[in-house]
């Protein structure tokens, strides 16, 4: 079956302006994640939903950033103002319920801000 | 705060040698461990988990880790390598009923 999809799969952004990042998760998975990975960096955690809510959004670096999932499936991942520190590549992985089940990860977004 | 480390950033080693990638974690509570995989070119997938039971897993491609208590750790092994084993390789730990916390990351390089 499908897997986790994310685009786009590259962008290239100027300092300031506003980019949005899309996740479609593999169907029926409840729980849906985003990553920033920075280079030589672990995946540092962002927000989890289960369903359309984000029980938990401390993760998010800034006030700038901003996600959403609609449906039970779709995600979108909003960074306003962007700054070149935003640059890294955002992972998004989705799981059936939570923690103990497997992520499957899709394949990044890779962002770089001038 | 809890944490993750691979001491390791790359471990270089001849084909068909064995191999060991070491983690370590501090969490004061009972955690769940990870090891997930990043193949060139692809997304990362797991390679094998530790959520009860015996210590020792068993993974794919011939992996295998070893859950330690007292250590705090869940080092990755693998007897003989292969040149497609070739990537890095992540260690990642619960922290929550949602949440993981992420090693750095180690870069397995196969020498012919």
């Known amino acids: 079956g499908a897997g986790v999809s994310q685009s786009p799969s590259n962008k290239v952004t100027e300092k300031g302006k506003d980019v949005e990042l899309r996740c479609d998760p593999i169907s029926g998975h409840t729980a849906l994640y985003w990553y920033r990975q920075s280079l030589g960096q672990g995946l540092e955690f962002l927000i989890y939903f289960q369903g359309n809510s984000a029980p938990d959004k401390s993760g998010l670096p800034s006030d700038r950033f901003s996600a959403e999932r609609t449906g039970g499936s779709v995600s979108t991942l909003t960074i306003q103002r962007t700054q070149q520190e935003d640059s890294a590549v955002y992972l998004c992985?989705?799981?059936?319920?939570?923690?103990?089940?497997?992520?499957?990860f899709g394949p990044g977004t890779r962002l770089t801000v001038l | 705060a809890q944490s993750v480390t691979q001491l390791d950033s790359q471990v270089p080693v001849f084909e068909e040698a064995p191999v060991e990638l070491r983690c370590n974690y501090s969490s004061s509570v009972s955690v769940y461990l990870f090891w997930y995989v990043q193949y060139p070119n692809q997304g990362l997938q797991l390679l094998l988990k530790?959520?009860?039971?015996s210590t020792l897993v068993k993974g794919i491609n011939g992996f295998e880790a070893e859950f330690n208590k007292s250590q705090t750790s869940f080092h990755l092994r693998k007897p003989s390598v292969h040149i497609s084993d070739t990537a890095e390789y992540f260690c990642?730990?619960?922290?929550?009923?949602?949440?993981?916390?992420w090693g750095a990351g180690t870069k397995l390089i196969i020498k012919p």
């Open positions: 992985a989705s799981s059936p319920r939570g923690v103990t089940d497997t992520q499957y």
């Open positions: 530790y959520l009860s039971g």
């Open positions: 990642a730990v619960s922290v929550s009923n949602y949440q993981l916390i």
